[in-house]
């Protein structure tokens, strides 16, 4: 059986084609003009939507420049001691503590060491043995007077009684070095050579120690009133940071403090790593606040001259020439080649190149080499082929 079609369905049919078809059909969008460049400036024509984007400042003139470097505060050693042990024992008392005072020649800790008290025992033996050669020396003496023995005999027994005194000066020394007495006990103390603060403690009770284990000291005794600041420095600031010079200390848990520190010492050597130079300073910690390896900043003024001071984002490097982009009118931008003579995080000193009060773009300047780019190619290619 056949369809049959009629005159509406068709033109129903149709209707909705025409429809669709316009529906389809899209409006045309207008595009921006591309800027121009013309006499080594790209020219932006007005109204152009990249235009807000290309932020600029004006340079300025700066006499000198504020110095930022990482800097970290340790003890200072010339007044810090670390107690290692001397004889190979075991731990029997601890009377000192982490944050303890200590005088000079305190206690921090005693060792029940066999090894120690074989040095006593020597002691006691060499006292012994002179005592036996003074005598033999008396007899001697005794002897020659009435004519028995022969000198020869004398001077052997004054040589072997001076040889005994020195054996028990020797042997007296190395105990009463490590407090040590005339009894032998085997009892060890491991004492403090200065007066300050006990800042660490690396041993506990019955702890087997031994004098050739490579590990922490048992204690660190230091005076926490005065700190060494181990500061990172660049060759550029080796001129500036001289024995004697003042830097300021800020850390930033303390943000309140105003702190100064004094340069003590400057290495002769430039660390390959990390291209830095180790300077260090002393600061003042009276109260103290400031504690070993905080981390903090070492900031001085360094004096320049005239020169012109920009943003670090307003300074682009190509090849080992740096440049930068200046905007003489609305919308007319040129790049500027610039001689850098301090280049920090945030601020770029120039010595060459740009004038106080010059407008620099510090925002987006990496499209805008891109812009002149693109249209340097353009011109390039509507130039005339030379015959």
């Avoid at 028995?148 to 005999?153: I, P």
């Avoid at 060494?228 to 943000?255: K, M």
């Avoid at 400057?266 to 300077?279: A, C, E, G, L």
């Avoid at 280049?343 to 407008?359: D, F, I, R």
Wanted: aromatic share 4%.
């Amino acid at each position: 059986m056949k369809t049959l079609r009629t005159p509406i369905t068709l033109l129903s049919i149709a209707a909705l084609t025409l429809l669709a078809a316009c529906q389809d059909k899209h409006e045309p969008v207008a595009t921006a003009p591309m800027p121009i460049i013309q006499n080594n400036q790209l020219r932006y024509p007005a109204g152009h939507p990249q235009l807000p984007l290309l932020v600029s400042v004006p340079a300025a003139q700066a006499e000198s420049v504020n110095i930022e470097l990482p800097a970290k505060l340790v003890w200072n050693e010339e007044k810090t001691q670390r107690v290692f042990p001397a004889f190979t024992g075991r731990v029997t008392r601890i009377s000192a503590d982490v944050g303890q005072s200590v005088k000079a020649g305190q206690v921090l800790a005693e060792l029940a060491s066999p090894e120690f008290g074989a040095a006593q025992a020597d002691t006691s033996r060499a006292q012994a043995e002179a005592t036996l050669a003074k005598l033999a020396l008396q007899r001697q003496r005794d002897l020659f007077e009435a004519g028995v023995v022969a000198r020869k005999d004398l001077e052997q027994a004054e040589a072997e009684a001076a040889r005994a005194q020195a054996e028990v000066a020797r042997a007296q020394a190395r105990t009463s070095l490590y407090g040590g007495g005339t009894s032998v006990n085997q009892q060890l103390g491991l004492r403090s050579d200065m007066a300050g603060v006990v800042v660490e403690r690396n041993l506990n009770p019955g702890q087997e120690v031994r004098t050739d284990s490579a590990g922490s000291p048992l204690f660190v005794v230091s005076d926490p009133s005065t700190l060494w600041v181990s500061i990172d420095a660049h060759e550029a600031d080796v001129l500036d940071l001289r024995p004697g010079a003042r830097v300021v200390l800020q850390v930033p848990t303390l943000p309140d403090q105003k702190l100064e520190a004094v340069i003590s010492a400057v290495t002769d050597q430039i660390d390959p790593t990390t291209r830095t130079i180790k300077v260090r300073a002393t600061v003042a910690n009276p109260k103290r606040l400031l504690k070993s390896e905080m981390l903090a900043t070492v900031r001085y003024e360094r004096h320049v001259g005239h020169s012109v001071q920009v943003p670090a984002t307003a300074v682009f490097l190509r090849g080992n020439q740096h440049y930068v982009f200046v905007q003489s009118q609305p919308g007319v931008f040129e790049p500027r080649d610039v001689k850098v003579s301090y280049e920090g995080a945030k601020l770029v000193l120039l010595g060459e190149g740009l004038k106080p009060g010059e407008q620099v773009v510090v925002q987006n300047g990496l499209l805008l080499a891109r812009e002149l780019r693109i249209a340097q190619d353009a011109a390039h290619s509507n130039e005339p082929a030379k015959p």
